[in-house]
């Protein structure tokens, strides 16, 4: 399993930090969702989704605010697990320090809310016919939070040092073949040959094949050559570090102050392209506590909680929050070893999949938080299509009649053989309430079918992880983080993450849906990709997940996105006047 900065906390990054894979108890979601108001003990049989919520819900009475709530004019404090310190773009070492490079950075490309490309700090953009080459045209007059202006240059610096032997970041830029970036990287060129300044406010870039992830990849934020490269020389990196914790930036804030353990300042950026944020201060607290807590009592404006109806319920007794549900971009699946014989066989996960009770653990049990997923894609992307797509509905018989068909006799002890094996499945995964749901309902489901469940549990993720990269096990449960493009949804199929899986067919599809920038065209690639995977399941593909987030009603202006979470709507929040 390759290392990945794993997205958490408040979700306001865009698509540049995704992890292959993250346990389900350490996904994507954010953080402060583990500290739900209530829990639901596992099997609990509790409302259905119907019950879920579905659009914003109004605070009832302001004048319950807490008072140390109703004292701030000018700041609005968010809660966030303490980041490292890391702060600048492609360097980070956690998703934490990227929420909060999100606030003082903005990307030359951004996306909508259905994950489609719109303008950053690039005002447009050109493609060339070939799908080739990608021009960007810089908004006239942008400049760093220090004042100095925001050029090409700046571009093409940032650009050359993601190709820097000493980089070691996460970025996806080297799978995207830049023209001459490979020469720069081993130090057969000085310079990147596909780069090209064109004139102060224009840049291209040239692939040397199609990629339509790379105009957002490429598109992300841009890194001042006269701050950060004032010192650059090939190979050399590590003066970087010493800027970390004081950066120029592009973004809407500016760090005022990073005091570990406690809390993040930041100062609205006067520089700001789109003009000055409304609240002028903005603060991240990161110390430990309990959310609900610090939500309840007014130290923080803003929380995010899983979407049970209890959940729900208490927060709207409050009465000074508003309510907002929200569905994030990623998807939870099983991945199943298919390296191990009894797994290899289609028929063997599709019996799987139609055996597990899926509803029930990802649905009931989170009192409707969650709705189940058949294929690779969130239901908010561009992309998503159930057309043609097999819901796998819980059916025992039908479970039986696979396993019957794939071979695996029922034996003497009930257990199912074939070849003399029984037919056993060793499963993974961490400590927590969703694991625990898991192992319950499946111990059930495959006693049912007659296959031998033997759960192993892991306190850290790092365990787990380090197991599953031995090959010792069945299954293991995981989520992706926040998905921008189709594509990046698929990339643990084609990048060796779920070994054993090789189908020549899929791989032609997947390079077919980026030679082109044409969304629809696109999407009828990716429908024929997802009717693929559903129909092989290389991983038995399980929920989706659903949020709410309740903030402070005096905000205005507060929207989340599914792929920026905050940070879009963040510079227009403002404090209405106490009632």
């Not at 995704?18 to 829990?39: E, F, M, R």
Request: hydrophobic share 35%; aromatic share 10%; proline share 5%.
């Amino acid at each position: 399993m390759k290392k990945r900065l794993i997205v958490l906390s408040t979700v306001l990054t865009v698509g540049s930090l995704l992890l292959a894979a993250c346990s389900d108890n350490q996904g994507a979601a954010p953080a402060q969702g583990s500290n739900t108001p209530t829990s639901t003990d596992a099997g609990k049989t509790a409302a259905p989704a119907a019950n879920a919520l579905t659009e914003q819900v109004k605070a009832a009475d302001l004048s319950k605010l807490p008072n140390i709530a109703k004292q701030r004019t000018d700041t609005i404090i968010v809660g966030l697990t303490d980041p490292s310190g890391a702060f600048t773009p492609y360097f980070q070492k956690s998703g934490y320090d990227g929420n909060v490079s999100s606030l003082l950075y903005t990307p030359l490309v951004t996306v909508d809310n259905k994950g489609v490309p719109t303008p950053g700090l690039a005002e447009k953009w050109d493609v060339s016919s070939d799908n080739l080459t990608i021009t960007y045209h810089l908004r006239p007059n942008l400049k760093f939070s220090d004042g100095s202006p925001i050029t090409a240059d700046d571009v093409a610096f940032t650009w050359t040092i993601l190709h820097d032997k000493a980089y070691d970041g996460d970025t996806q830029v080297d799978v995207l073949h830049v023209k001459g970036g490979k020469d720069y990287k081993e130090g057969r060129a000085k310079t990147i040959e596909g780069i090209k300044v064109i004139d102060p406010l224009t840049i291209s870039v040239t692939l040397d094949q199609p990629n339509a992830t790379a105009l957002v990849t490429l598109g992300s934020d841009v890194l001042s050559k006269a701050y950060y490269g004032k010192d650059y020389q090939f190979g050399q990196l590590d003066y970087l570090k010493k800027l970390h914790e004081k950066p120029v930036g592009t973004g809407p804030y500016k760090l005022d102050k990073f005091i570990p353990g406690q809390e993040v300042r930041f100062v609205a950026n006067e520089n700001y392209f789109n003009g000055k944020p409304k609240t002028e201060h903005f603060i991240y607290k990161t110390s430990q506590g309990d959310t609900w807590q610090f939500l309840e009592t007014g130290e923080v404006d803003y929380a995010s909680f899983s979407a049970t109806k209890e959940n729900i319920d208490k927060l709207k007794k409050l009465g000074f929050l508003n309510i907002l549900p929200y569905t994030p971009s990623v998807y939870g699946y099983v991945q199943v070893n298919l390296e191990h014989e009894q797994l290899k066989d289609k028929k063997v996960r599709q019996a799987f999949a139609y055996g597990l009770d899926r509803q029930s653990i990802y649905v009931d049990a989170n009192q409707g938080a969650g709705a189940i997923a058949n294929i690779p894609s969130s239901p908010i992307s561009w992309a998503y299509t159930e057309d043609g797509i097999n819901p796998y509905k819980y059916d025992v018989e039908k479970a039986k009649s696979l396993l019957e068909e794939a071979g695996w006799k029922p034996g003497a002890d009930g257990i199912r053989e074939k070849d003399g094996k029984p037919l056993s499945i060793h499963f993974l995964g961490s400590k927590g309430k969703q694991t625990d749901d898991f192992i319950a309902v499946a111990t059930e489901n495959f006693k049912a079918l007659g296959v031998k469940f033997q759960p192993e549990m892991f306190a850290d993720f790092n365990s787990l992880v380090s197991k599953v990269n031995s090959g010792d096990f069945d299954m293991v449960t995981f989520s992706t983080s926040m998905l921008t493009d189709p594509a990046d949804g698929l990339q643990q199929f084609v990048d060796g993450e779920i070994k054993g899986y090789n189908n020549p067919k899929f791989k032609e599809l997947y390079d077919k849906g980026l030679a082109t920038v044409d969304i629809e065209a696109r999407k009828k690639i990716y429908k024929e990709i997802y009717q693929l995977m559903n129909d092989e399941l290389p991983v038995i593909f399980t929920n989706y997940k659903k949020t709410v987030y309740a903030y402070n009603g005096r905000i205005e202006n507060l929207s989340v996105s599914p792929f920026n979470g905050l940070s879009t709507s963040l510079p227009n929040w403002s404090l209405s006047k106490q009632p």
